[in-house]
Structure formats: C-alpha cells, structure tokens
C-alpha cells in the first residue's frame, strides 16, 4: 500500500480544560482558609467583585438609594436532614483523573475567640473585626537567641563567622545536624577552633541546644546541674536499656541499687530532649469546620455549613454598566468583559463548591451514623467510590471534596477522610469491620491488660477473632505500632518497673 497524503475526518470526544473548569476544581479542593486568601486576591483584582459581610444587605448608592443591580449568588440551604435527598441534580464538572489519598493526622478542635472590650477609653472591639494577630508580640526565634549570646560571648570575628555558620545548622529542636569535620572543611578553618566555638555555643541557652545526639544534649544538662558523676554517665551511655526497661542491666553498669536508679531515672525524666522547641516557631492556625452535625429531636442528624468558611462576594451591574459605557477603546471593553464573566464565574463556583461539600458531607454521616450515635468502635469501612457511586459523581471529585475539609460532630472536629478506612473480613462471615475501629479495639485490650497477664500480639489476635475479626498477626503488629505502642516485653517491664517505684 502506497504512502499518501489524504483528508481523513473522525469524530472523538475529549475533556477541554477551560480556565473556568480549571477555576472550579482549584476551588472545590482548597482548605476553608486557603479559600479566603484566594477571594481576597480576586477582590484585589477585580474591580466589579465586592465583598458582603454577615448580615449586611445589599450596598447603597452614594445618594443613599438601594442598588438593585447588585447581584448576590444564592447560598445553599444551611440545613439538611441527613434522611432527605437534595433538591439539585448536580453535574460531575470534573475530570476523571486519580484521587489523591493520604493519611493524615486527626485534627484538633477550634478555639472559639470571645469578644474584646474595655480597651482604652472604652472602645470595644468584636472577635470578628480585631486582627489579634497584629497585638501579639513577635516570638524570637532560636536562632535570634543564639545569635544574641553569640555577639556577647564571642569577639574574634573569624570565630563569630564560625558560630554563625554553626548557629545556621542548628534545627528547631536545638541539635547540630552536621559534623564538625565537614563545616571545618566547607569555611577552611582548623577543626579544633570548630570544636571550641561549638563548645561556647553549647553554653548557651537553652541548656543543652548545639548537641549532636540526644546522648551529647542530655550531657550537657547534666553537666550544667552539676549532676553528671560517673554512674549518671553511665546511665545516659546506655539509653538504649533505659527504653528497655532493663533494670537489672542498668543497675550491674552504673553500680547503685533500686532506690539510686529510681531516683537517677526521675532526674532524666525532667531533662529537656528537645530544648530548641521553648523558642520561636510559626503561629499555628485552628482548624475552622466546614460543616457542622448534629442530632435533630426525631434521632436524625441535621447539617449546616460553617458561615464563617464560606465567602460572600457581589458581582456589581450597576458599576459594570456605568463603565463599559466610557469605555475609549477596545481593549478597556475587553478587560471589563473579562471581569463580569470571572466574577460571575467565582459566585457560581462558590455556590456549587458550598453545596457539593454539603452534598458529600451528608451521605458521610449517613454512612457512619453508628460513630456518631455509638463512638469510634462502630466506625464502618468506607471508600471514596461508595460515596461516589451514592450521590453520583466520580471518586475524584469526592476525593477533593474531602481533602483539607473538617467537620464538627458530637464527638469533635475530623478531617471528612478520617471517615474513610479500610476493611477487614469478618471471621464469621458477616459486615466487614473497619481498620480504624479494630485500632480502637486493641488500645481498648491493651490499656486494660493485667500487669501480670500482658497480651501477646498472638494473643490479642485470638481475641479479635474470638471478637469476630478475621485478621493476621503482622497487621496487629502494624497498627500496633502506629499506635505507638510498645511491645509486649517492653509493657513487662515498664509496668513491672513503674509496681517498684
């Protein structure tokens, strides 16, 4: 067959990616507080969008007239009954593309600001319109403090520039993360004058900041107290048996009894390991709910969306009208238009970015109504395509939906994927259960063990099957440990060492 040139028409469908749909699926997956930060650039830019604060009606002429051309988009119902169906068919406006999982710490519970009054010459001020931020003092961080001592303590400025070098490898929690060897090669300077201004550094506070190992920082601290004799250095060489519980061992090293060890293990146990962490570190921002559960009189569950997470914007007609018409050329009318289509474009993707969270949300609860009436041990197994497939739209979608949103339920604030975990078979054959409930159920075994009876991983998994759980010995193992919790030996002898103190 000859090679050609020849005109072939087909037909196929494909996903066109416009910046609108790109601007709806940015949204959908923002954080609550991402989320005002991008409302505020998109005020900033552009003129027709204005900002509507809680309970403020529509904005006035400057002859004191209503502007009726104002256009505010229409918020969600703020309540549903976890029984009823929403009203709105809603489409599935995004891609199919994979969904972005991840495990994430369970979140801590808001704190709710008060209202500020009395300040000076009685001026009061609301949680709402005070930026607190702005009255807290500026922390200074570790490196400010050891850069302070460092200008005291030291007066040769090629010793300064070292300590500086040496201040700047110093992590958050106060330990040198480099040796000596290579910062004396990278300044070319003699490693034993690297040594002694790391030596003066470690004289400074905090006690024991600049140390190389937990072993070095605790030394320090030691020394400082004038504590650290011979069977206190004894101690601190062999922390790997005081994790261990080793009584005995510790007791043949350091050469003292019971009562001298007890008294040696308290005055560790008040050491800081971590000395860097009484310092300056970044303002960590609450968790703001996004939506909010709770039990209605007839036993069902009623849902609202957080006012405060969800931006209230105005696409003004008025002013778009009265401008366009003084528009001088073609490229100001094409900027306007520009304008009114992204404004009408972000109200209409708030909208349904509002309504598909309170979408999700509902069918979350519906699914784990027995955690919210019964507590984590009636958590169900749950995926991303059974939500999905329930309300009709496609695992990613539900996958941004709940990424970086909380909710507030009785039992306090989750992450929406904390309500999604794995299953494991039941050994009867019955419903699946969930892996976050079986974790539950062997800290609840574990934390109510015998000191003179500890549960073998072997032995915790024949409870659980006696219990109706189908699971393997290596999977008690793994949540175990990503619960933190020891081994059985070291339980013994924790347990048995704390019945002698």
């Known amino acids: 067959m000859a090679l050609t040139p020849k005109l072939v028409l087909r037909q196929s469908q494909s996903l066109v990616m416009t910046p609108q749909l790109m601007q709806a699926i940015k949204l959908l997956q923002l954080s609550s507080l991402d989320l005002v930060a991008y409302v505020e650039r998109e005020l900033e830019q552009n003129p027709l969008l204005e900002r509507q604060e809680a309970g403020e009606g529509a904005p006035r002429d400057e002859d004191g007239g209503s502007d009726g051309d104002w256009r505010e988009p229409e918020q969600p119902g703020s309540r549903a009954e976890v029984e009823s169906r929403l009203d709105t068919d809603f489409g599935n406006v995004f891609p199919d593309d994979a969904p972005n999982e991840r495990e994430r710490p369970e979140p801590a519970a808001p704190v709710e600001a008060g209202d500020w009054s ?24 570790l490196a400010d403090h050891l850069e302070r001592q460092l200008a005291l303590a030291v007066v040769d400025p090629v010793e300064r520039l070292i300590g500086q070098n040496l201040i700047d490898l110093i992590d958050a929690a106060g330990y040198l993360r480099e040796g000596v060897d290579d910062v004396a090669e990278r300044l070319g300077a003699p490693v034993a004058t690297v040594e002694h201004v790391l030596a003066v550094i470690q004289t400074f506070e905090p006690t024991g900041v600049g140390a190389r190992s937990l072993k070095e920082c605790l030394a320090i601290q030691l020394r400082e107290q004038n504590r ?77 969306l957080v006012s405060d997470s969800l931006p209230r914007v105005l696409v003004n007609q008025t002013y778009y009208a009265k401008v366009v018409k003084t528009t001088k050329s073609e490229t100001e009318k094409t900027f306007l238009t ?8 972000l109200t209409r993707s708030l909208e349904q970015r509002a309504r598909t969270i309170l979408k999700v949300a ?54 929406l994927k904390y309500f999604f975990t794995a299953a494991i078979a039941a050994a009867d054959g019955g419903d699946a259960h969930s ?65 002698a103190v």
């Not at 009395?118 to 961080?141: H, K, M, N």
């Not at 520009?338 to 474009?345: D, G, P, S």
Request: with cysteine; charged share 30%.
């Open 118 to 141: 009395g300040l000076g010459g009685g001026a009061t001020f609301s949680s709402e319109g005070a930026d607190l931020e702005a009255y807290v003092a500026d922390r200074p961080t």
């Open 362 to 415: 509902t069918e979350i609860v519906r699914q784990q109504d027995g955690f919210l009436t019964y507590g984590v041990a009636h958590l169900r197994p749950l995926n991303l395509r059974i939500i999905a497939d329930a309300i009709g739209m496609h695992e990613s979608t539900v996958s941004r939906v709940t990424a970086n949103k909380y909710i507030a339920t009785p039992r306090g604030v989750f992450e």
């Open 228 to 304: 650290f004799d011979p069977a206190m250095q004894a101690l601190i060489e062999n922390l790997e048996l005081v994790a261990r519980r080793d009584l005995a061992a510790l007791k043949r090293l350091c050469g003292v009894d019971d009562e001298d060890l007890a008294d040696m293990l308290a005055e560790l146990r008040r050491l800081d390991p971590k000395p860097g962490h009484a310092f300056g570190s970044e303002v960590l921002q609450p968790v703001t709910p996004d939506v909010t559960v709770r039990a209605a009189p007839d036993g069902s569950w009623i849902l609202e």
């Open 338 to 345: 520009e304008c009114l289509q992204t404004a009408n474009w």
């Open 435 to 499: 892996a976050e409930a079986v974790r539950h159920r062997i800290r609840a075994m574990i934390d109510a063990e015998n000191p003179d009876d500890i549960l073998s991983d072997d032995t915790i998994v024949k409870r659980l099957r006696e219990g109706g759980v189908d699971i393997a010995r290596r999977t008690v193992a793994k949540y175990r440990e990503s619960l933190r919790i020891p081994s059985s030996v070291q339980r013994r002898r924790e347990k048995q060492a704390a019945r």
